[in-house]
């Protein structure tokens, strides 16, 4: 074997291992039974330290090395050997002792933080969070940065992308969009009660099926199954699995969550499969990941032209639920912009809110600026600022989210971020495909599906998520694409007076 | 941390990995998507491959070379040592272009051997099995053998047996049991049709789990879902894994197939889970995990004390297809001998001869006494002469079984060892317990499953097969037992003068 064939072969058998860890994941939050869970954890730690030890294997080094002398690498090879050169190094400033620390301290914080929403008491996970926050801080200190510790943390979620960077983008959101969600609190809230009435879980459960038949996803190559929290995960191109949530007085999140994952397994089924087992052959960033879900989720699933389709058959489907609702006042609904407490249940303006809390409250956290016994006060602060709400619980509040207590600080921005390449890729398409909308209204979703295939899908990470969104659209992400979608949806829905449409 | 922590570390990663192998395995049979099977099979080889490199691992063998020295280890580490011992020496033998080569043709030769199946066309089969022989043959001699190289496979499913050992063992068998089954034959065989009745599958499914609760199996630590096959899994003592076929018409192969299943899984959550990665917390040789099934299937769950406490309800339960039929037609139907051409559909008299026969076969196949172009006929001869039955197609014949494909040879007299010394114990037990089979008739299993606990789940691989029988039942294995069973019970069943009982 040529260098390049042992390098691969060595990258493949570690993608096989992470692939092999994803699907326990998935029993885990499938079908695990309730006893299965402590040889469960040690049999991934197994795994994981395992795929660790093949990661820093001084071989690859080697490989790497030599690979970047050889000028006879076609383009995809090199970004490759770009890539696996990222990885490897990032990988040999880890210690197994410090691997052993976070993974243990996780579990345990874990479990903490599950007391701790269960029994609405923030101090019960207070001790463990200052525990992560601390080894965070010092994996910053391992992995170096340049300006801001914080850096390195997003640095793992959204490569390349730095605090200064989101600060922009931030400050950005929070003036347009801010103002914007005020403007629109003073009109009149729109009817939604119908979407929380009693739909039969199984009939939801067929519906979500038909759903992601519709946008295209790939039943031989993937499957549905029920979680407590809705997920998508991958074992292959060829295996791509989504998970849902039914409760009977929860049609409207299981609707949007079941397009939401169908986005991202689509963007997973559409991998350059021929590349399996090179860093090529996976997503370019969180940021790049989410763009799939929202734009199917939201730019789509929560337009006027996707239920102009689909509205009759589910009207059919449940006639008693919808009884005297029409087109609009669906539309109205379930684009409805209502500050909430949660951000899993948030419109998708106020949505933005909910992130820009979280990123300032981690930056601080990380940074040192915030003290983890401040913090139930300065999240219920945050949010009367933000959002004009008050918080009545820790459950509610603070201890809402998984994230922190596994450890992922970084990761929140990424989904603001990918809702405004969202924005910006779903502008581009209506450009490039003729009459895009009216495809959507007759239900055709292949030529929205085959330029996401050509222009996202298939690249896998041959490029920066910059790179691919100048590819794409001709220039790099911008907010005012967000904030244009914003203004003619909602300046039409809520009969207002908008500028600044590009 | 001393030698055997760490010789203990190291099989507990590799007991690790095994079991999430498992998990994968489950996976292909129950959940997989279609397209799911290349990159699967590809991850298994991966985590195949590792796993063979840990086991040969050089430590591993100075590590057992130290502690087999050392004279302060306890009774189960020195078990331990000595397993690992010849476990080390067994995988040593191996190298990489074989293991290689043997997995890639049984892959093949799988395949070959569904498509055989579904064009029941066996030549489609048969060079592939010509290869699998040829890779067996070489396989025994790489093991190393004494009298015979099929005792080198038989090693692998039933320690310590030998080729001789199931000669005698067998050559019993077919003179007492054909003897007997003739006799039977001459008799009328009674009337079954109502067990293949419509029975609705939903129906069928709550019945299995009801059955798998009563005989104790937990839930917490287990679960069941369908499968093509049947089969029980272990991915820790904490999480064993049932899998069943529900099809409307065969609600009887439902139920006997769920208490076999059940079986084995009782078995796998009675381990020694504090020696958790040991290999004394595993099974003892196939025919003693058969016995667990096997006792349950048939020495219980064809009684006629277990129907006695489970008729009524049953019959509540399918008034319609149960109409008119007493307990003791019920009881009848359950156990007509009828000699078929299926080995799974076998009852529990006739089931022997079809071992009988692949016995017969893979010893001559091993040998060279026999060439996989005469096989077809060579079985339908058997099958005349040990059955009395023409053999209509190669379908349901030479390749009904999966085990060849699977280069599973020496696995099939374990299923007739495990019968044999599960009438041996169920025989025990009926000693130990006070009135065994009046608990069982009002439904008390527990005593049973006490008894199994005590007697042979908790000791694991503490003991061989040999030993542990003879510590339970003061004698090692004695097909005695199994004709006394069959002498008293289908002698009363059919109406029957018998000798030799007990």
């Avoid at 029994?119 to 207070?126: K, L, Q, R, V």
């Avoid at 596994?406 to 009459?435: E, L, M, R, V």
Wanted: proline fraction near 4%.
């Amino acid at each position: 074997m040529g260098t390049f064939e042992l390098f691969k072969a060595h990258l493949t058998r570690i993608t096989d291992l992470k692939m092999i860890s994803s699907m326990m994941n998935w029993d885990m939050e499938t079908y695990m039974p309730e006893k299965g869970g402590f040889y469960r954890g040690q049999q991934m730690a197994t795994l994981s330290g395992i795929i660790h030890q093949m990661a820093i294997d001084p071989r690859l080094g080697k490989w790497i090395a030599q690979l970047q002398k050889d000028n006879q690498l076609n383009a995809v090879q090199k970004r490759s050997v770009a890539l696996a050169k990222r990885g490897f190094e990032r990988s040999g400033k880890y210690n197994e002792a410090f691997v052993v620390e976070l993974s243990t301290t996780i579990s345990a914080s874990h479990q903490a933080w599950q007391k701790a929403r269960a029994a609405d008491d923030f101090s019960i996970f207070a001790p463990m969070l200052e525990k992560i926050v601390s080894i965070k801080r010092r994996e910053c200190e391992i992995l170096g940065y340049q300006d801001h510790p914080y850096d390195a943390l997003i640095d793992q979620f959204e490569p390349g992308t730095t605090t200064a960077e989101v600060d922009t983008l931030f400050t950005e959101v929070r003036a347009q969009l801010m103002d914007f969600v005020h403007r629109i609190q003073l009109k009149q809230t729109p009817e939604v009660d119908f979407l929380y009435a009693a739909y039969p879980t199984n009939e939801q459960w067929d519906y979500g099926l038909a759903l992601l038949q519709q946008m295209g996803y790939d039943f031989k190559a993937g499957r549905q199954d029920v979680s407590a929290h809705p997920f998508s995960t991958t074992f292959s191109p060829e295996d791509v699995r989504i998970t849902t949530r039914v409760e009977e007085k929860n049609f409207y999140g299981m609707v949007w969550s079941c397009i939401h994952e169908g986005g991202h397994a689509l963007y997973e089924q559409g991998m350059p499969t021929q590349y399996y087992g090179l860093p090529v052959c996976e997503y370019v960033s969180l940021g790049i990941h989410e763009s799939q879900s929202r734009l199917w989720e939201n730019n789509v699933g929560r337009s006027m032209s996707f239920w102009q389709n689909n509205f009759d058959a589910l009207k059919n489907r449940f006639p008693e639920q919808l009884n005297g609702v029409s087109l609009s006042g669906f539309y109205r609904a379930i684009n409805a912009v209502r500050p909430s407490l949660i951000r899993t249940h948030a419109d998708e303006l106020t949505y933005h809110f909910h992130i820009l809390i979280r990123y300032k409250i981690e930056k601080a956290l990380i940074e040192g600026s915030l003290e983890v016994r401040d913090l139930p006060a300065y999240w219920n602060a945050c949010y009367k600022e933000y959002l004009g709400i008050d918080v009545p619980s820790d459950a509610e509040g603070v201890l809402q989210d998984i994230h922190w207590s596994h450890g992922s600080f970084g990761y929140f921005p990424t989904y603001s971020i990918g809702s405004f390449y969202a924005a910006q890729f779903y502008h581009q398409a209506t450009k490039d495909i003729d009459n895009l909308e009216d495809e959507i209204a007759s239900g055709n979703l292949k030529p929205l599906l085959g330029w996401l295939r050509k222009n996202i899908h298939q690249h896998g990470k041959m490029y920066t998520a910059r790179e691919l969104c100048e590819r794409t659209t001709g220039e790099p992400l911008s907010f005012q694409y967000f904030m244009d979608y914003a203004f003619k949806k909602y300046g039409a829905l809520y009969d207002m007076k908008v500028e600044n449409v590009l």
